[in-house]
């Protein structure tokens, strides 16, 4: 458990986190449930996202433009995000205000009023049609169903047209009543913020929450050496490389968190430095790391002409490669540790990323280390667990590829100077 940092659990199930910060003006207030798209069957498929939009259509105490101007009053916007695994909603807002803020909060979770929905899903059409015309977007969730196909791990976070489209109140209220359970929500507090004043607004502002049955969610099963192509009309083709990675528990997350800055993190890293700046060949390129409960997904994405599609994913495979084999760059290891060591701190600065690690971390059962304990992790990390992780998750024939852009033809001669890992160290 961090310093500073008390959990108390309701009865209803509900656990109330809280890191005192009596040096701001701000409480960054926020409450997470542990629903996400990966709990929805696929005829309703979107469901979560929809959920998440209907809560500021107004709750049996607030409409919705009480809640718009309530929040527009405190000087602060009252966000929601929806996830594979959780939604959440969050503010921050200055200690006077807290009280009604939880209390609209509150409300929002435990008794929406399912106003407007035909309106709201109207909205969601257009996000999804805002989503389908942005490419870069676009390919990664071509990138999950080619990892995870026929799960609902691998579908679109907001659904798509068809199953959104046919989503009705019944189906919302089921999915609230089901999912919407104390025991599976979090609400966290950063700020000048006492933890018994907040567990005893919270008592009151999320009443009505129950305990429920917990739903398991089935294992995920990910698939290797896939590849699609989604021709469009466009000037770029957007590409994703993906693989299964690791669940948030694992002890070796930080080891993949300093392989991740290592390929493509930061402007030191290799994917930039070879790709952009030695080379030309993109404008964005990048590595990145989702967490699941019990499972993962790393990869890299970039975006470039047809003309320099092959050279700049050749040259993506060759960095992947030499990482998987151990060949290391002066200081590059210790580098990035020092970067993830510094981020971590300089992150903490705001109470907004205090709160948000604290619902996070709490709705999805892993442990609350302190920024020592962190750090120490970080530190402990060796090129060799780089370089075992490497080889592991990037193994030859492990990729999955997605391809969105105008020449398939281009795509193909791409996949075939793409270089995979094929075992390791030499």
């Not at 050749?314 to 151990?326: F, M, N, R, S």
């Not at 281009?410 to 075992?423: H, K, M």
Request: glycine fraction near 10%.
């Amino acid at each position: 458990m961090r310093p500073g940092v008390e959990v108390t659990e309701l009865a209803s199930g509900l656990r109330v986190a809280s890191e005192l910060r009596p040096d701001v003006h701000g409480v960054a207030l926020g409450a997470w449930v542990r629903v996400g798209s990966r709990d929805e069957a696929a005829p309703v498929a979107g469901v979560s996202h929809l959920l998440e939009h209907l809560l500021f259509r107004g709750t049996e105490r607030h409409d919705a433009m009480a809640i718009a101007e309530a929040f527009d009053r405190f000087g602060s916007d009252l966000q929601a995000a929806t996830s594979r695994e959780e939604t959440d909603l969050h503010a921050r807002v200055l200690s006077e205000h807290v009280p009604l803020a939880l209390d609209i909060m509150g409300s929002m979770v435990a008794r929406p009023g399912f106003h407007d929905v035909e309106a709201e899903r109207e909205v969601v059409l257009e996000e999804l049609a805002l989503y389908d015309d942005t490419p870069d977007d676009l390919v990664h969730d071509v990138l999950g169903e080619l990892l995870f196909p026929a799960q609902a791990i691998g579908r679109p976070i907001a659904g798509r047209a068809d199953t959104v489209g046919a989503l009705d109140e019944e189906a919302l209220r089921a999915h609230h009543a089901r999912h919407y359970a104390g025991d599976q929500v979090v609400v966290a507090a950063a700020g000048p913020l006492e933890h018994e004043r907040l567990v005893a607004l919270v008592e009151a502002a999320f009443d009505g929450l129950a305990p429920a049955p917990t739903h398991a969610r089935p294992a995920a099963v990910a698939a290797a050496g896939r590849r699609a192509f989604v021709g469009r009309d466009l000037e770029q083709t957007h590409i994703a490389v993906g693989g299964c990675g690791i669940g948030r528990t694992d002890d070796r997350r930080f080891a993949l968190a300093v392989l991740d800055q290592i390929l493509g993190g930061g402007a030191s890293s290799r994917l930039w430095q070879e790709i952009r700046e030695q080379r030309g060949l993109v404008y964005s390129v990048y590595s990145y790391v989702t967490y699941f409960q019990e499972t993962g997904q790393v990869g890299l994405a970039l975006g470039t002409r047809s003309e320099n599609l092959a050279e700049a994913l050749g040259v993506a495979g060759t960095e992947i490669h030499d990482l998987a084999q151990g060949r290391f760059r002066d200081g590059e290891v210790q580098r990035a540790k020092d970067n993830l060591k510094a981020r971590l701190l300089l992150t903490m600065d705001s109470t907004v990323a205090r709160m948000s690690r604290l619902g996070r971390h709490l709705v999805s059962d892993v442990p609350l280390m302190s920024d020592t304990e962190v750090a120490r992790r970080i530190d402990g990390v060796t090129e060799a667990d780089v370089r075992d992780l490497a080889a592991e998750l990037f193994a030859s024939g492990a990729l999955c590829v997605a391809g969105i852009g105008p020449d398939e033809a281009a795509f193909d001669a791409a996949l075939g100077a793409f270089r995979e890992p094929v075992g390791g160290a030499a």
